[in-house]
Structure formats: C-alpha cells, structure tokens
C-alpha cells in the first residue's frame, strides 16, 4: 500500500528553448499513516513531484502507482483517492455557507445530502473549526486562517487515503500555522500525508520522514531524525537548518562536544547546558 | 483549461509589424475593417487574405497564435454558414437535401462569403493585440481620444482602465485553471449533462473568480491611490510614442491600397 513514484522525469515545455527539467529519474514512495515534508529551494521540483504524484501531470519517463495499481496517461485531473490541497486553497471556496462548501465533494463521490452532511461535519471537527459556529456563515467571511482551514476541510471530507499539502502555511499568521500543523498530525491516523514546504522549521517537528530536492533530484531520503542529526544537509539542497540547529551547529564549531542535536528549543538548552558542565 | 481567445496575449517580437506605431497600425486595422465589409465578392476577399497572410509573415507571429482567434469564433462561422445556406423547401439547386430542409448552393456560398470576412476580421485585430503591448495600445488610444477631452471625456481614465483590463486577462485566465484544477480535484465536472447542467457546473469556478477579482480591484485601486494615482488629468509618460515618416507612410500608403480595393472589388 504506497502511492510510489518510479523513475520519474518530468520537463516542462520539453523540445522548447524554455525546456526546463523539474524531476530527473525520482524514486520515491509515500505510505499510509506517515507524514511526509517534501523540502526543497524554489524550482528544486517539489512541487512538480507532488502534482505527478497527484496526477495532474503526466511523467515523460516512469510511472506512478497507487497502492498497487498503475495509474498514467495525461490525466490533469486528480486520482480518486489522493486529496490535493493546492496553495492557498481557500481559492476555492464558493458555496453560500462553509458547511454547504465542504461537503461538495462528498455530493460530487456519489454520496446522499445526509451522508455528504455528515463527511462534512466530521472534516469541520478535523480541522477544528466548531460546526455550529461556522457551518451557517458564507465562507467569504471567515479570516484568512478559518478559511484555509475551512478549504483543507473540503478535501479531507472526501476521505482521501493520501493527502498532499502544497505550501499549507503560506501566508498564515501563528495560529493559522499552528491550527494548519495540528491537522496534518491528525490526518496521519486516517492518510499517508505529504507536505510540500521550502521552510524545513515548520513541519520538521512532525515529520515521519524528509525527502530533500535538489535541481529535480532526490538528494536525501530517510527519517527526519536522520537529517535532523545532519543539519549539514540542508545546504546541500540550497536552504538554511533551522535556527535552533543552526545555534546547536555554532556551539559544536566552538568545541562543545553534544552528544546530539535536538529540534526542540528546551532538549536543545539541556544539552547545550549539559556539555558546557562536560567541559568544565 | 487556457484562455481560447487571444486577445491581450502580446508575442514580443522585433519585426516591421511590433515596430510599426500603434496609432498607424490601429489606422490600418480601421482601413483593413473598411475594405472587408466593402468588398463585394470573393476577389476583394483574397486580396484582403494575402494581405492577412503578408502581414502575419511579416510579422513573425506564429500562424497557430493568430488562428487560435479564429477557433475562438468557430461557433459564429457555423452559424453564419448554415443561416444563409440552410433554405426550408428549396426550388433552386441544392448541393444536399434532408426531408424539406436543403443546403442551397448559392445561400451556402454567400454563407462562405459571410464567414471567410469574419475570419479575416478576427486575424487582422488578432494581429493588432498580438504584436502590440497593451501599455502601448493603451496609449495609443489614449492619444487617439485625446480631442474628446474638450467634450470633457476621461480619455486618460479610459485608457487606465484598458490598460489595467487587458494586464489582467491573463492573470485572470491562470487563476481560472487554478480554481477549475481545484474543484475538479474534489470531484467537480464540467463535461457531463445539459447546457443548463454544464453551465451550473460552472457555479463553483465563477463565484471564487469574481470575488477573488473584485478583492484583487480594490487592492489595486488602493495600492494606486498610494502611489498618487489622481485620475490621468496632467499625467506625463515615461516614454512619449512617435509616429515617425515610415509610420506615416506606411498608414497613408497601406489605408490608400486597402479602401480602394474596397472600392473597386
């Protein structure tokens, strides 16, 4: 059960003077119950990755299966199963209340009103915002951050076994972050989830496993401890470690033996302090 | 899906035709319209496609870009074709005839005639837009509006407002394919049923589109006003268009050749 990426290339405008390779022979495979942060600089192809594995590009060499089955042909529309959360996705959002707006997609898989209420209703709780409060109000109402949510609702409503997130945070402020983040470690209990980020802090946290993308190539692909413990790796692929690496990296430069690095600000204090006592 | 019509889509280029001032090309183009729709037969029409087919040669624009206008308006030519060749119980030839309805020769032909001129039409605008910028078409009708400013006409704004439309057109486009990708990802579909289903299938792709472009409208009008954006009384121009010999020439000249071949043929 994966949605695996085979070999894949993808070029934009292939045969053009503008011929610009995104993803060059890519093996990848993102499994249920995993959250997935897919890093990369900007044009590093992670978001064409994505929209190959969604299916809304055809690869011009490799294939793309889901769970076992071979899915290809130029399909520009995205496979039943896999929900897609595009960059700002509250983009999308246009029925005359939130509720009515997320369950369209479960109305669109076939599903009765009262079933597709439900879907509705349950993605509502999943994304933490109280149906009672917004179900009734016009989606054009909500603040930047509710409707992002309210958007990444529509898709979780249909169910999908694999969620890709494209940028899910962009443009959020604190709480819209933190609001978006919850939802992807919830997601994990019922999707394999993959999120497309060029700012490693954000989902780092929360992540299963990282894959690095460098000019289209996979450069790193193993679990987020692994990169975490190689900070160095970052800039490899063209982006900075996060601050609280960075401060652990500039302290082993300056002869404090840690035993490890850790993401968490408190863990990473301890152990700053820890060998500080050691050198002493 | 893209924007099936190419107006607003300029293809930069270096070519006699991009060179050419935009107020002596709009004044050809007016000429070229002229001679279409005074021409009375088919000889006028092939004059007015070769010079079609010079111009677009000339211009270096690739045909495929010039006829994607034309596809635009595929529906008008059907029409056009059948409204006049289509005749209700015929008594002249008939080139095919099914129960009472024939397809009369001679309606067919002026049908022919009808459509070939609107096909001509649309690549001689599509001409204009594709080797014209729409700051510069822009100014250009700015100046040619100029005079009504003593009727107190808001020429300048008129033109501000072109210039902004036509900016945005492909923007606006992109952003449509972004929201139809989005809903058909939760299962919309927009080639399934009627005209009436299909058209409301459209429901979920239209409201986002317009408020996000009345949302963009208001930003916009802002971000101006902050910039001392006052309406276009007094407004000078970073680079002033000239029309030079050659541009005057060439109007004189081509607009002589063109509304003559109207005359004659």
Request: charged letters at 20%; hydrophobic letters at 50%; a neutral charge.
């Given at each position: 059960?994966?949605?695996?990426?085979?070999?894949?290339?993808?070029?934009?405008?292939?045969?053009?003077?503008?011929?610009?390779?995104?993803?060059?022979?890519?093996?990848?495979?993102?499994?249920?119950?995993?959250?997935?942060?897919?890093?990369?600089?900007?044009?590093?192809?992670?978001?064409?990755?994505l929209r190959v594995a969604a299916g809304l590009l055809a690869p011009d060499a490799g294939s793309v299966t889901l769970d076992g089955r071979l899915v290809d042909g130029p399909l520009a529309v995205v496979r039943p199963g896999v929900g897609f959360v595009f960059q700002s996705p509250e983009m999308q959002l246009f029925a005359e209340t939130v509720e009515?707006?997320?369950?369209?997609?479960?109305?669109?898989?076939?599903?009765?009103?009262?079933?597709?209420?439900?879907?509705?209703?349950?993605?509502?709780?999943?994304?933490?915002?109280?149906?009672?409060?917004?179900?009734?109000?016009?989606?054009?109402?909500?603040?930047?951050?509710?409707?992002?949510?309210?958007?990444?609702?529509?898709?979780?409503?249909?169910?999908?076994?694999?969620?890709?997130?494209?940028?899910?945070?962009?443009?959020?402020?604190?709480?819209?972050?933190?609001?978006?983040?919850?939802?992807?470690?919830?997601?994990?209990?019922?999707?394999?989830?993959?999120?497309?980020?060029?700012?490693?802090?954000?989902?780092?946290?929360?992540?299963?496993?990282?894959?690095?993308?460098?000019?289209?190539?996979?450069i790193f692909d193993g679990p987020a401890d692994e990169l975490v413990q190689s900070p160095e790796r970052f800039a490899e692929a063209g982006l900075r470690a996060?601050?609280?690496?960075?401060?652990?990296?500039?302290?082993?430069?300056?002869?404090?033996?840690?035993?490890?690095?850790?993401?968490?600000?408190?863990?990473?204090?301890?152990?700053?302090?820890?060998?500080?006592?050691?050198?002493? | 899906m893209k924007a099936p019509v190419p107006f607003g889509q300029f293809f930069p280029g270096d070519s006699p035709v991009h060179r050419l001032e935009p107020r002596a090309k709009m004044g050809l183009v007016a000429a070229y319209m002229v001679?279409?729709?005074?021409?009375?037969?088919?000889?006028?029409?092939?004059?007015?496609?070769?010079?079609?087919?010079?111009?677009?040669?000339?211009?270096?624009?690739?045909?495929?870009?010039?006829?994607?206008?034309?596809?635009?308006?595929?529906?008008?030519?059907?029409?056009?074709?059948?409204?006049?060749?289509?005749?209700?119980?015929?008594?002249?030839?008939?080139?095919?005839?099914?129960?009472?309805?024939?397809?009369?020769?001679?309606?067919a032909l002026t049908g022919l005639f009808f459509a070939v001129r609107i096909v001509l039409l649309v690549i001689g605008t599509s001409l204009l837009t594709l080797t014209t910028s729409p700051v510069r078409l822009a100014d250009a009708l700015e100046r040619l509006m100029r005079p009504l400013e003593l009727l107190r006409?808001?020429?300048?704004?008129?033109?501000?407002?072109?210039?902004?439309?036509?900016r945005f057109i492909p923007t606006t486009a992109e952003e449509a394919e972004k929201i139809v990708v989005a809903q058909v990802a939760r299962g919309a579909r927009f080639d399934r049923g009627g005209p009436l289903k299909r058209a409301r299938a459209y429901v979920p792709v239209l409201v986002p589109l317009f408020v996000n472009l009345f949302r963009r409208a208001d930003e916009l009008a802002t971000a101006m006003e902050a910039r001392c954006y006052?309406?276009?009384?007094?407004?000078?121009?970073?680079?002033?268009?000239?029309?030079?010999?050659?541009?005057?020439?060439?109007?004189?000249?081509?607009a002589s050749v063109m509304i003559s071949v109207g005359m004659v043929l």
């Open positions: 059960m994966s949605l695996a990426l085979t070999g894949v290339s993808y070029t934009y405008a292939a045969g053009t003077s503008f011929a610009t390779r995104a993803l060059v022979s890519v093996d990848v495979a993102f499994g249920p119950g995993e959250v997935v942060l897919v890093l990369g600089a900007t044009g590093s192809g992670k978001s064409t990755l009515v707006d997320v369950a369209f997609g479960p109305r669109n898989q076939g599903l009765s009103e009262d079933e597709a209420r439900i879907e509705a209703l349950r993605a509502l709780a999943a994304v933490g915002l109280d149906a009672e409060e917004f179900g009734t109000r016009s989606p054009f109402s909500l603040s930047g951050g509710e409707a992002r949510r309210a958007a990444i609702a529509g898709v979780l409503a249909m169910t999908p076994g694999y969620l890709l997130l494209d940028e899910p945070t962009a443009g959020l402020d604190l709480s819209g972050r933190e609001a978006v983040q919850a939802i992807v470690v919830a997601a994990r209990t019922r999707a394999g989830v993959v999120v497309v980020t060029h700012d490693a802090e954000e989902f780092l946290g929360v992540a299963d496993r990282v894959i690095l993308l460098s000019e289209g190539r996979v996060p601050e609280i690496l960075r401060a652990q990296m500039l302290a082993r430069d300056a002869g404090l033996a840690l035993p490890r690095f850790a993401l968490d600000p408190l863990a990473a204090a301890a152990l700053i302090a820890g060998a500080r006592e050691g050198a002493r | 001679m279409l729709f005074t021409v009375d037969g088919f000889a006028g029409l092939a004059v007015a496609a070769g010079l079609a087919v010079l111009a677009v040669t000339v211009s270096s624009v690739p045909p495929r870009l010039v006829l994607r206008g034309v596809r635009a308006v595929s529906v008008i030519l059907v029409f056009t074709l059948l409204a006049h060749g289509l005749r209700w119980n015929p008594a002249t030839v008939t080139l095919v005839r099914i129960g009472p309805i024939g397809l009369d020769s001679q309606g006409f808001p020429a300048g704004e008129v033109a501000m407002m072109l210039t902004v439309a036509l006052r309406g276009g009384t007094g407004r000078t121009r970073y680079a002033e268009s000239r029309m030079t010999v050659i541009d005057q020439a060439a109007l004189l000249l081509g």
